[in-house]
């Protein structure tokens, strides 16, 4: 969309004030990617959303921060962390950037040409340790759906129904065949990889790297606030939502008319 930006930002200043505009009934993607395509804006009702955060980030000239979390699929602690601090300050802030790893205190061992994998929590946590990773190589909805799935009651169980959630287009037939193939296999391999390169070595899971970096000084601040973390790291112009000057023009409110 960013190309269309000169041309539009015409149409978003011209339009009302506050003006909430329906969805129509061909607005078929959920919220995540209502801002993906011109068209998606459009038929979701949320052009002047689109353009401005567009137009946000086309303005950005600092990297944004970086924030690794190697984890398990099964690990309370990881569970939480992803659920009640990750996602919700990724939704919150434009300014970062999350690299997913689950792989954590698994153990891998090579068997002729392939690997095999124990995990700490049993047999499920591979398979949902590798179900993520599948995902994640799949879809550009990966966070969203494992977000959807560590939030659940039942990780493994919910795959299916957060894949028909947030990327109707990816069957589970299609994850599994990644999951049970040689490309699922490679991608663990990976995981398993970049975790045993972490320096420090990972004592625990959830391990968080910030920038690439991990002491316990940033662990704790990442586990107490990554929100907080998170702006006060960031080098540019700090958003809104870090109470920094780059406030929203645009509004969106639906008025009792």
């Not at 990881?78 to 659920?83: A, G, N, P, V």
């Not at 799935?149 to 129904?161: N, T």
């Not at 990976?190 to 972490?198: E, F, V, W, Y």
Request: hydrophobic share 35%; charged share 15%.
């Amino acid at each position: 969309m960013r190309l269309l930006l000169p041309l539009l930002l015409a149409i978003w200043i011209s339009a009302p004030f506050g003006y909430c505009s329906l969805p129509t009934s061909s607005c078929l993607q959920p919220p995540a990617k209502w801002c993906s395509s011109l068209d998606s804006a459009v038929q979701c009702g949320v052009l002047k959303q689109c353009l401005e955060s567009d137009f946000r980030r086309s303005r950005q000239t600092e990297e944004p921060v970086q924030v690794g979390l190697y984890y398990e699929s099964l690990c309370p602690g990881c569970r939480k962390f992803l659920t009640e601090m990750l996602f919700p300050t990724y939704l919150l802030l434009d300014i970062m950037s999350v690299t997913l790893v689950p792989y954590g205190n698994a153990q891998e061992t090579p068997v002729a040409q392939k690997y095999t994998y124990e995990c700490q929590h049993g047999k499920q946590e591979c398979l949902g340790n590798m179900i993520e990773t599948c995902i994640m190589n799949m879809t550009d909805m990966a966070f969203p759906i494992i977000f959807c799935m560590e939030s659940s009651a039942d990780v493994i169980g919910s795959a299916e129904s957060c894949l028909k959630v947030y990327a109707p287009d990816l069957s589970m037939d299609k994850v599994m065949s990644c999951v049970n193939g040689d490309m699922g296999m490679q991608l663990m391999h990976q995981n398993a990889l970049q975790t045993k390169a972490l320096n420090p070595p990972h004592q625990y899971v959830p391990w968080i790297t910030i920038n690439g970096v991990h002491t316990e000084d940033l662990q704790e601040k990442a586990m107490s606030s990554l929100f907080t973390l998170v702006c006060s790291m960031y080098k540019g112009t700090k958003p809104a939502a870090c109470g920094g000057s780059q406030k929203l023009h645009y509004k969106s409110y639906c008025h009792n008319e």
